[in-house]
């Protein structure tokens, strides 16, 4: 009885409270009401422990807390819509959450419970299971896929670019610029009129129905009547794999040839069968035989055509360097090396003018050249994440290289000290299959409204794949560029387009080029964009005001912003040329 008539007094307290509580309510600012939320919360949570039934007035008290909390977390919620671009609904939210509601308030069901909830049936909804079923109309079409695999410098794509020259319209996929420029200059040196495209440049020719450029760069709408996608084990690649993987899977195109290495043969076949493709492979082997030498490699040694392998640009330059000072001419390729100056750089190796090529494993894929021994100075790479042994496809991928059919008819493959037995086993090993390709977000993320860009990307990240053959992209790089464009608030689908721009996020001097490109446009409304300065004349400042040029094309380019687009070829000529003469004159000490 004690307790009852201690529930009454209580009641009576909250029901004298409650127009006052009503009054500062609604006063109050929508950012303040957090504190009050919480205490009538709190208030409803003591009633509900009171024995309701048997005091008089409490069902009435009750509900008109009830009522209050209903109307801050309407107000709350209307707020959060209006910060967040999103059209989230009381009853909705509420209707299966009643109690977790009361206990914890609005916010808390709706990221918890609610949010989570529509999301995944988005994702359900607008996402397929397999991968394929991206591409409806690629999987109406009776395709007809060619793969020719096997090792470097076997022949491969030739055959494939032969078939392209004689259909009516076709597309190459090129795993680098420097490869599509190549396949550009061929097709039209043999009068088929083919366009350029890449991240960097568009060169539409007149009439042309053939189309050269980077995987990145496939309008997967267009139809096509054959298509070349080079480089195919490529789409194992946690970086970049999604746009080969992307071309595999949709293709508009009844005819498509695979040119690449013998690891990716069972997953590309795997791929095709789930597609209900038709397929053949070719299997190529070398005509030119590699042969591994025992001995350890000297300097001193050093002959023409030989190619040595490092695996950073600082050691390119030192190495070089010294065979400059030593006045043996040297060609130069590295991942920074603008492809203007990697042309000329080849050009004069294999003109004979320069002797011998120092190279990064950016020389794994290109264009073939005459070289007599590849020589491994190191066994290990730094691949992004940590230092590591070489791969046997890595290692094959550029012992290859070496030898040129009715140049060096044996090529030679070198190391240094302690390299042989590695070397010799991994060239000779079978590969390790590829078992996963690689997939990337699409747009879709886009249709699903309930969480900014940046969290559906990494719910798409984590969420749990539901068929074999596939993974997700690593998304580091989309993440790193969305945290940094955060404060502005931009609409989502330009977010999406900033995000998926050509340049390297992690050199810091670029990134604030493209931090400045989007407030420019974005936030101070600039017409256009200010051409790139230059840092100074060294080879790195050269680099980077290349790449800065690069991002300037792109930037305008994907925005339809206009540009001064004879400035940035001519430009980007004079900066490749003064490239080019630092590393001639070996001035590049610094580095």
Known sequence: MKK??????????????????????????????????????????????????????????????????????????????????????????????????????????????????????????????????????????????????????????????????????????????????????????????????????????EGAKHQSCTVEKLNIDQNYKVAVIDEIQMLGDNQRGAAWTRALLGLKCPEIHVCGALNAKDLVEEILQSCEDKYEIKEYVRNVPLQIEEKPFDMKEVKEGDALIVFSKKRVLEIAKMFKDNKVETSMIYGDLPPEVRKIQYRDFIDGRNKILVSTDAIGMGVNLPIRRIIFMNSKKFDGDEIRTLTSQEIKQIAGRAGRKGIYEIGYVASTKGQYEFMKRNIEKRDDPLIEAVVGPGEVLLKIKALPLRDKLALWATREDKVPLYKKMDIRDYILILDNIKRYKLEEEVEWRLMRLPFDVHNERVFETFIDYVEQYFIRKNEAIYKPVEDGKSLEASEIYYQKINLYYSFAKNFKIPFEEEWVYDERKAVSERINQLLISGRFSEL
């Open 4 to 205: 009852n008539r201690k529930e009454v007094r209580e009641l009576l307290i909250f029901k004298e409270q409650l127009n006052n509580i009503k009054q500062i309510v609604t006063n109050t600012k929508t950012a303040n009401l957090w504190s009050h939320e919480a205490a009538i919360r709190k208030k409803l949570k003591a009633m509900t422990k009171m024995q309701g039934e048997n005091i008089k007035g409490y069902g009435q008290v009750y509900e008109e807390y009830r009522e209050l909390l209903d109307d801050i977390s309407i107000r709350l919620l209307d707020d959060y819509n209006k910060k967040n671009k999103t059209d989230f609904v009381f009853d909705k939210i509420v209707r299966d959450n009643l109690d977790d509601y009361v206990k914890s308030g609005i916010m808390t069901v709706l990221v918890t419970s609610h949010i989570p909830k529509i999301v995944a049936d988005d994702f359900d909804l607008y996402i397929p299971d397999k991968p394929k079923d991206d591409y409806i109309e690629a999987r109406r079409l009776k395709r007809m896929v060619y793969l020719h695999l096997g090792e470097t410098n076997t022949g491969k794509t030739y055959e494939a670019i032969e078939r392209l020259k004689v259909s009516d319209n076709g597309i190459y996929l090129a795993p680098l610029r420097i490869l599509a420029l190549e396949i550009y200059e061929r097709l039209n040196e043999s009068d088929v009129a083919c366009n350029l495209v890449t991240g960097e440049e568009e060169i539409i020719i």
